[in-house]
Structures are given as structure tokens and as C-alpha cells.
């Protein structure tokens, strides 16, 4: 989750950085190492670029209910991961509802609870 002020541009010289040096020979190269790096490059392109248009100071890091990736919840140590569903403010999930035992990994709190179970009714209309 990224959260910019469009004045200073930092999402145009992303892009404009981004494509300038992504098909460079070198990098082509270095793809080659791994397939990550291929998927992956954007986000050392933003680092970089926010490096450059951001003071240390300027940088606000947001909690871990921000952005959590939920698809690898099981990954985290015990200690780290929310008790409970209801706890994140927003959440990445990719294909984390499409596993039965999806409910079986974290608990989920009404209203949260009654909310995602409608959803799942009305897709399963669909």
C-alpha cells in the first residue's frame, strides 16, 4: 500500500524510470538468475525512486494491518500474525476464499463474519 502526494510525482518517475531501464541489456542478464527478478523489478525501481524524491524523515511506515498479505498468513511466526480477520484495516488475499479450509486458518468476528458468508452466497448464485 502506497500512499503518495500526486505534487510530487513519484508514481510518473516510477513509470518513467521503470520503462527506461527494465529491457536494459543487464538486467536482461541478470533476469536470467532467477524469474523473480523479473517479477519483482518494479518494486526495487519504487524503492529506489522513492529513495531519491523522499527524505528518511518524509517516510511514514504504515502497521502491519495495513496491506497484510493474508494468502500467507500461515507463513508468519504465531506471534506475529492477527488473531482474527476483523483486526486489518485492508488485506491481500489472491486466491485465499477459493480454499475450503479458508475459515479453518483465521478467525473472522460478526459483522465481518456475516458479511463474507452473504458474499459467498451471492457468488455462489452466480
Avoid at 59 to 70: M, R, S
Avoid at 88 to 109: A, G, M, N, Q, S
Wanted: proline share 6%; glycine share 0%.
Amino acid at each position: 500500500m502506497l500512499v503518495v502526494r500526486p505534487e510530487d510525482k513519484l508514481l510518473l518517475r516510477w513509470r518513467d524510470t521503470f520503462l527506461e531501464i527494465y529491457q536494459d541489456n543487464q538486467l536482461l542478464d541478470f533476469y536470467q538468475e532467477n524469474r523473480l527478478y523479473t517479477i519483482f523489478i518494479h518494486q526495487a525501481v519504487l524503492a529506489g525512486c522513492t529513495m531519491t524524491c523522499y527524505q528518511h524523515s518524509e517516510i511514514v511506515e504504515l502497521p502491519f494491518q495495513v496491506n497484510y498479505p493474508l494468502h500467507m498468513h500461515t507463513q508468519y511466526l504465531p506471534h506475529l500474525r492477527p488473531t482474527t480477520l476483523n483486526e486489518l484495516i485492508t488485506f491481500r488475499y489472491e486466491e485465499y476464499f477459493t480454499k475450503p479450509e479458508w475459515r479453518d486458518l483465521i478467525r473472522v468476528d460478526p459483522p465481518l463474519k456475516d458479511w463474507l458468508e452473504q458474499r459467498e452466497k451471492l457468488l455462489a448464485r452466480n
